[in-house]
């Protein structure tokens, strides 16, 4: 249960305590200030019996908590019994049982609790006018029970933004899920659902999408379905009523070919973006006021959701740059180790060695000879010293254990996650969404790949720089299912592709080669990268050129079965 759960139940407990010591307080009051049928002691009796029952019953749940109610009106009829129930001191005791019912203390409140409370004060008052029935009673009974409605909604309300906060709390303080707001939003979702006597105040979200608009481009954020491409029938129509108006009804979106209404759009601005939520209801209700409330209380929800959202989105963009330092640093161990290969291959023995055994050879003169040669022996240990240090240097440095640009640790994620990851990394380059295509059928995507997320973002990244580099105006990603494998197929057209046709050949077919000692001498350090980040993960990989003058570049990543261990 969580930390506001329990205060909440904590206080109604001692509440209920408090409330039975005033209940025998006033009663007393009431006995003192009235003519009374029975002998002081007999209502002594029936305190002490009262409060013994009580005990017995204090802190119990269920239908003991109902009896522990129906014991308070029994009390209360011996109290009053054979008085005149009109005056303020007996009207009073007769109504402190409504007044206190906002704060049951039972840990699982029956449904039946509030009408059996109604009920039992009617029949009290009926009793004690010794079975007249009256009007006005029940006129004064529904009064308290509209008042009692208020408080119960009021209850109701801070419970669901306790509630709401807590659940934030747990995922981003607690348990750090980063980057998972699905789980959130489906949490979020539930405690919605989670009340349905207050269906006639709040709409019941079937589901609930988030987008952002930045720059005149949308993104998804999350979503509590998941799905791959989504339709506005109107966009340009839904852009301009969304940034006027804080709230519409019955945008005409479709998620996956299926429609999303009803709903309601909210619209939660932030510092420099745009959210709005898509929230998918039953039904749209004819009553505004209904309207009303759902959009306010859950615009308050969704407010507290967006706060969460830009510090994810700061730590993404610190992530990014970190990322980006990182890359760096590869950039120049990438450069360390082409140096060592270019020395490693013409590193013979030193030039002045060399030099001077040339010169010494083609003296003539004796004298001159035999002083090459004792400077020759000096050079030829200076050599021999100095050759060993930077052999064993050279070799240290292109061992794969001492070099970073080693990928050392996989994981599970499944394929909604990597298609997420596709999608935010396209998003975040500035490509349309409308350029991302998927099919892959509902039991592929149960499936998992493994591999290294920082190096598989590393290489998206590369990939989509690339892309925007050298493509013209043409440019898409299509995921498809194939077999056992999921294949991204990255294409785009190339500026200038006829007068750079020699260089695309050449970049294609060292891409294409297994030597990769040959790329990494031949080609830029993105494409050693890449295809050093695809050869360690194990990733299948080609580069084309189709008929019609564009470039095709295909991954092919193997799945398996979910492991149920998997956590992403």
Request: aromatic share 14%; hydrophobic share 45%; with cysteine.
């Amino acid at each position: 249960m969580m930390l506001y759960q329990n205060f909440d139940l904590l206080l109604r407990k001692i509440i209920s305590l408090f409330y039975r010591v005033l209940l025998v307080a006033f009663s007393a009051s009431v006995l003192i200030r009235n003519p009374n049928v029975f002998e002081w002691y007999i209502y002594a009796g029936i305190i002490a019996i009262y409060l013994i029952i009580f005990g017995l019953l204090y802190n119990k749940d269920g239908f003991l908590s109902l009896l522990r109610l129906f014991v308070d009106f029994v009390f209360i009829y011996f109290i009053l019994f054979k008085k005149d129930i009109n005056n303020f001191h007996s009207i009073t005791l007769i109504f402190l049982p409504l007044i206190n019912s906002v704060n049951h203390s039972s840990n699982t409140r029956s449904k039946l609790s509030p009408f059996v409370l109604y009920i039992l004060t009617f029949l009290l008052i009926f009793l004690l006018r010794e079975l007249k029935f009256v009007w006005g009673d029940l006129v004064a009974l529904f009064a308290i029970w509209i008042v009692n409605i208020f408080l119960y909604t009021r209850h109701y309300l801070v419970r669901i933004f306790n509630t709401i906060d807590e659940i934030i709390n747990g995922f981003y303080m607690e348990k750090i899920e980063i980057g998972k707001q699905y789980r959130l939003l489906r949490s979020v979702r539930d405690v919605l659902n989670s009340n349905k006597k207050f269906f006639f105040l709040l709409h019941r979200p079937i589901d609930i999408t988030i987008f952002a608009f930045r720059e005149g481009k949308f993104s998804v954020i999350s979503s509590t379905n998941f799905f791959v491409k989504y339709k506005f029938d109107d966009e340009r129509s839904f852009v301009k009523e969304i940034t006027k108006k804080n709230r519409l009804r019955n945008v005409r979106l479709s998620l996956d070919d299926g429609p999303t209404f009803p709903n309601i759009v909210l619209r939660v601005p932030s510092e420099d973006m745009i959210y709005f939520y898509v929230v998918s209801i039953f039904e749209i209700s004819e009553l505004n006021l209904k309207d009303y409330a759902s959009s306010r209380i859950y615009a308050q929800v969704f407010q507290k959701i967006t706060n969460v959202l830009q510090i994810e989105r700061s730590i993404a963009i610190e992530k990014k740059e970190y990322l980006h330092g990182i890359k760096m640093k590869m950039v120049f161990v990438d450069s360390t180790i082409k140096s060592i290969h270019f020395l490693n291959n013409r590193l013979t023995p030193i030039s002045n060695y060399f030099d001077l055994l040339k010169l010494s050879e083609a003296e003539t003169d004796q004298e001159k000879r035999q002083r090459l040669e004792t400077l020759l022996e000096i050079e030829k240990r200076n050599a021999m010293n100095s050759i060993d240090p930077i052999i064993f240097r050279m070799r240290t440095q292109l061992e794969k254990a001492n070099n970073p640009y080693i990928i050392s640790s996989i994981e599970r994620i499944g394929i909604q996650k990597l298609y997420s990851m596709v999608r935010k990394c396209w998003e975040d380059s500035n490509l349309l969404h409308q350029d991302i295509s998927m099919r892959c059928s509902k039991s592929f995507l149960a499936r998992e790949v493994v591999l290294n997320v920082e190096s598989f973002e590393f290489l998206l990244d590369e990939i989509l720089n690339n892309i925007i580099k050298h493509a013209n105006r043409f440019h898409k990603v299509e995921i498809i299912e194939e077999n056992d494998f999921i294949c991204f197929r990255f294409i785009n057209d190339i500026k200038d592709f006829n007068k750079n046709i020699d260089w695309l050949n050449k970049i294609i077919t060292y891409f294409n080669s297994d030597e990769i000692n040959e790329i990494i001498k031949k080609t830029s350090y993105g494409l050693s990268f890449m295809k050093e980040s695809l050869k360690q993960m194990n990733i299948f990989h080609e580069m084309s050129i189709t008929e019609d003058k564009k470039v095709i570049l295909l991954l092919k990543i193997n799945t398996e079965n979910k492991n149920e261990a998997s956590i992403v």
